[in-house]
C-alpha cells in the first residue's frame, strides 16, 4: 500500500483518546468521537490547534476529522473533554 492508503484504512492502527494527559505519536488524522475540547493539536512540538478550529475553547463535533495540511503527520494531541480516535500515521 501507499503512504496515503495506509492512511486512508488505518493500516498503522489507531489509538483511542479519551483522558486529559498528552498523547505524543505520529498521527495521520483525529477523529472526533463525542463533543471535544482539545487543549493541544501539536505538529513538531508545536501547538497549532488555532490553524484546526477557529473556536478552540468551543467544543468540536462528533464525526469531524482533523487532518494535517501540510502532508505531514501532527505529533501530540491534548484534550480538556472529549474523546477522539487518532489513526497513527
Same mark, same amino acid.
Given at each position: 500500500?501507499? %503512504?496515503? $492508503?495506509?492512511?486512508?484504512?488505518?493500516?498503522?492502527?489507531?489509538? =483511542?483518546?479519551?483522558?486529559?494527559? #498528552?498523547?505524543?505519536? %505520529?498521527?495521520?488524522?483525529?477523529?472526533? !468521537? #463525542?463533543?471535544?475540547?482539545?487543549?493541544?493539536?501539536?505538529?513538531?512540538?508545536?501547538?497549532?490547534?488555532?490553524?484546526? =478550529? $477557529?473556536?478552540?475553547?468551543?467544543?468540536?463535533? %462528533? *464525526?469531524? =476529522? =482533523?487532518? %494535517? $495540511?501540510?502532508? #505531514?503527520?501532527?505529533?501530540?494531541?491534548?484534550?480538556?473533554?472529549?474523546?477522539?480516535? !487518532?489513526? !497513527? *500515521?
Amino acid at each position: 500500500m501507499t %503512504p496515503a $492508503q495506509n492512511k486512508l484504512v488505518a493500516a498503522l492502527g489507531t489509538f =483511542i483518546v479519551n483522558g486529559t494527559t #498528552e498523547v505524543t505519536r %505520529p498521527i495521520a488524522s483525529i477523529v472526533v !468521537l #463525542e463533543n471535544t475540547v482539545f487543549t493541544s493539536i501539536k505538529s513538531n512540538a508545536v501547538d497549532v490547534k488555532a490553524n484546526y =478550529i $477557529q473556536t478552540p475553547a468551543t467544543a468540536v463535533k %462528533p *464525526g469531524a =476529522i =482533523i487532518t %494535517p $495540511q501540510d502532508g #505531514e503527520n501532527f505529533t501530540g494531541v491534548k484534550l480538556a473533554s472529549g474523546s477522539v480516535a !487518532l489513526v !497513527l *500515521g
